[in-house]
């Protein structure tokens, strides 16, 4: 069964906006959504935006332009993409926890082109 779902990805113009959605399994406790990951075509993952506890930090690339969130249950968290730029064409990944386990979603594709 998959644990973790993104979803809101798609084609925005530059200077437009998205947002991301990552659900996690209502049938599987335990799973705490807590980090946006992207891959570029020609480069290697990397670190978007994380949520742990109250600590919050985005790459540089991003500040300023990205807002990660969660909803009260914490199950399902957010990333708000504003000012979209050509370079954050990536696919998305959301990863979460469970127990010590790092979970991973299969991704959502993000693409800003005009």
């Known amino acids: 069964q998959v644990q973790l779902v993104e979803s809101g990805g798609g084609l925005v113009q530059p200077g437009g906006s998205l947002r991301l959605s990552c659900a996690a399994s209502?049938?599987?406790?335990?799973?705490?959504?807590m980090a946006w990951y992207r891959r570029a075509p020609g480069k290697e993952r990397e670190l978007v935006a994380f949520?742990?506890?109250?600590?919050?930090d985005y790459s540089e690339a991003v500040k300023g332009r990205f807002t990660i969130s969660r909803n009260k249950a914490q199950t399902t968290l957010y990333l708000q993409m504003n000012s979209l730029k050509p370079e954050d064409t990536a696919v998305y990944y959301c990863?979460?926890?469970?127990?010590?386990?790092?979970?991973w979603g299969q991704g959502t594709q993000v693409t800003v082109s005009s």
């Open positions: 949520m742990i506890g109250s600590n919050i």
């Open positions: 209502t049938s599987i406790f335990g799973i705490l959504p």
């Open positions: 990863k979460g926890r469970r127990g010590s386990a790092d979970i």
